[in-house]
């Protein structure tokens, strides 16, 4: 091995973006002596790994890595070890760096490891603009024209730092029919979406990419949470005349305070777990955007205590009516919520997504779904 090995952030910057993998497994035999490497990349519904190098899918310990996020050693018969380190790129999971090790690894190396995991995420993170390898990768089967648009749109499924950790999940991954997410950081304030275009497949789509990219655009303008539901209710209007509209809730958090903005408009709800408990956030609906020209919302508020998950779920979740059943957010949601007690965010999302899965019991879900959860960890 050598004693000082070429930065493995330079190389990355000067290969091909679709040869980022490659090129971090030459750096890691070459200088750390790594038999073999495999980069797994996580599916759309973060359930399967996607190896980039090999065609070894069948890894459970890298499975447990995406799931619990730490670092884990294994050692072999012959002595040598196997090591599983996440690719995590500001909170976003995109997937596991598995290793093949002479020896077990000391905590320098470790460390080094860690280092090098954390380069090859972020820089995995910038070549997907500008290259479809990775996201074809992620794909078993064929996205729907609206689904494509929409996972074109989506922020990432995760984002946190030490203050906080979001994460979202949409269902189903590869026919959706409006439902969305969207957050952005600026500073102490970290903005939250939730919204639901109306009608099916691309004109939904359609509306959701609209009220989206207008709130976007109002936010990136400085402009609170009124006047981005206010643009982004003119935007749908003037798209559809009134005809159809986007159902959102829009959440402005201060991450010092644990104050809550919020602009409720239409079917998305939001309820916060707190010491053991589960309750829904009281908001007054207001007018779904796009319904009337020229509409104008009103802030509510609330506020999140240390320690405190909230959680926004589509209509797609806590209307389900399966069968004619009661809906799900009536009882099954909360149950489910109780459940994610002892997971994080990234966890949780999926564990409420299971629950809706297992509550159709084989019935087809007749629309969408999305869920998103904070934890404010201050």
Do not use: K
């Not at 050598?2 to 679709?18: E, K, N």
């Not at 596991?96 to 690894?105: I, S």
């Amino acid at each position: 091995m050598s004693d000082q090995p070429v930065p493995l952030g330079v190389l990355l910057r000067a290969a091909p973006p679709d040869r980022l993998p490659e090129v971090a497994a030459e750096h890691l035999r070459r200088h750390f002596g790594a038999d073999t490497s495999e980069v797994f990349l996580a599916d759309l519904t973060l359930t399967r790994l996607c190896p980039m190098i090999g065609s070894d899918a069948n890894d459970p310990a890298a499975m447990r890595c995406l799931g619990n996020q730490q670092v884990a050693v294994e050692l072999t018969a012959g002595g040598a070890a196997r090591m599983h380190l996440p690719l995590n790129s500001w909170g976003e999971r995109l997937g596991v760096l598995r290793l093949e090790l002479p020896a077990r690894p000391g905590p320098e190396l470790t460390e080094q490891l860690t280092v090098i995991a954390d380069e090859l995420a972020v820089a995995l993170r910038a070549a997907d603009t500008s290259t479809d390898r990775y996201r074809r990768a992620q794909r078993r089967a064929r996205l729907t024209m609206a689904a494509e648009l929409q996972w074109e749109l989506l922020p990432g499924r995760s984002l946190g730092d030490e203050r906080f950790l979001v994460a979202g999940q949409l269902q189903p991954a590869y026919d959706v029919h409006g439902d969305h997410f969207d957050w952005a950081l600026d500073g102490d304030r970290l903005t939250i979406t939730v919204l639901n275009g109306s009608g099916d497949g691309m004109d939904a789509a359609l509306l959701t990419t609209v009220a989206v990219n207008a709130m976007r655009n109002a936010r990136r303008c400085g402009s609170d949470v009124v006047e981005q539901a206010e643009l982004a209710s003119d935007a749908v209007h003037a798209l559809r005349g009134g005809a159809a509209h986007v159902a959102t809730l829009l959440l402005e958090i201060d991450l010092v305070s644990g104050q809550v903005a919020a602009v409720d408009a239409g079917s998305p709800r939001c309820m916060i777990a707190r010491e053991g408990g589960v309750e829904p956030v009281a908001l007054e609906q207001q007018l779904p955007f796009g319904m009337f020209p020229e509409a104008h919302y009103e802030i509510q508020r609330f506020r999140l205590e240390p320690g405190d998950r909230m959680l926004v779920v589509s209509d797609g979740v806590h209307a389900a009516v399966p069968g004619g059943r009661s809906p799900f957010g009536e009882s099954a949601l909360l149950n489910a919520v109780r459940r994610t007690r002892l997971q994080p965010a990234t966890e949780a999302v999926g564990t409420v997504m299971r629950g809706l899965h297992d509550y159709h019991a084989g019935i087809d879900p007749e629309d969408d779904a999305v869920t998103v959860c904070l934890d404010w960890r201050r």
